[in-house]
């Protein structure tokens, strides 16, 4: 019986396991991979501390935080139920059950998907969902970024510096991101955007090799090699049905991280605390990490 398990190691998840261990808890994590939406991230200007860093390098460093205080993480290993019996809160995963007298579900959230014809043919083969991953791959060819907010600007900001030609498709009028970021974008010479404009269809033959467009009622095709899907995020939250959730599926927390069952805690990106920031996750790791053993100092197992 393990004091704590928290499941997922972004920015929420990795901070709780700092807090945890300072505290001197018996508690493990387990996550399918170390940094999650961080470690996708181009350039990084306002966490605190680093005027300027890249999502890899802030993930180096937050692994590096992990390690000076020996956390052990379950690295590749996917929680897929978390329940609670008695005082015995189980997590099952796709490897092992285990048992804690808390939780932490800090599992952020996934890439949402077009659903439009070709897009599962060409996953990893032109179409991807990670500029900072995939971009390298299509230097000095055109690609299409879909998407309004600020993944589809950062991953556009990432692209101008790869690729020959930059497409933005926004099925709305106006971008949702930053101004500093929109600014940035429609200032290059090597965008252009597409607004009020929507991706009917991934095209190409062994691999991308273009997109199908509609706008102002006329269908058009536009020739690219890539296709970098940034239409926004799911809330990785179905491991947990029984917890509360809003109508986006994002866990419901109160200002102590506490969710709707005594015991298992949320933090960061798959909650309902507005504004998904790295920083803004980062403390509320921290705040559910406090909160987890301020619950076990007060209740009797």
């Not at 261990?21 to 470690?39: C, H, N, P, Y």
């Not at 460093?61 to 690295?75: A, D, L, Q, S, T």
């Not at 109508?247 to 298992?264: K, L």
Request: with cysteine; proline share 3%.
């Amino acid at each position: 019986m393990l004091d704590l398990i928290i499941i997922g190691a972004g920015p929420a998840g990795i901070t709780a396991s700092v807090y945890a261990a300072r505290k001197r808890m018996e508690f493990l994590v387990i996550s399918q991979d170390i940094g999650g939406q961080t470690a996708w991230s181009g350039d990084i200007e306002n966490y605190t501390g680093y005027r300027f860093i890249t999502g890899p390098e802030l993930t180096a460093r937050f692994e590096e935080h992990m390690r000076e205080y020996g956390i052990k993480v379950n690295e590749g290993e996917r929680a897929r139920a978390v329940g609670k019996t008695g005082n015995s809160i189980s997590v099952k995963t796709d490897k092992a059950d285990y048992e804690a007298r808390t939780v932490i579900i800090a599992s952020g959230k996934r890439t949402r998907e077009l659903n439009v014809p070709g897009e599962k043919e060409y996953k990893n083969k032109g179409l991807t969902y990670c500029a900072t991953c995939d971009g390298p791959l299509f230097n000095g060819r055109d690609v299409a970024i879909i998407g309004a907010g600020n993944s589809a600007l950062d991953a556009a900001l990432q692209l101008i510096n790869i690729a020959s030609r930059v497409y933005v498709v926004n099925i709305n009028r106006d971008f949702t991101g930053d101004p500093i970021m929109r600014e940035k974008v429609v200032a290059n010479n090597k965008v252009e955007v597409l607004s009020e404009t929507k991706v009917t269809e991934i095209l190409g033959e062994k691999t991308v090799n273009g997109i199908r467009i509609k706008r102002q009622q006329k269908e058009e095709v536009i020739p690219v090699k890539g296709v970098f899907v940034e239409i926004g995020l799911v809330p990785n939250s179905e491991l947990a049905p029984s917890l509360e959730k809003n109508e986006i599926g994002e866990i419901r927390v109160d200002n102590y991280n506490r969710t709707s069952v005594p015991g298992i805690f949320a933090a960061g990106d798959v909650t309902d605390v507005p504004e998904k920031q790295i920083i803004i996750a980062a403390g509320e790791g921290s705040k559910a990490a406090l909160a987890a053993f301020r619950y076990i100092a007060q209740n009797k197992f």
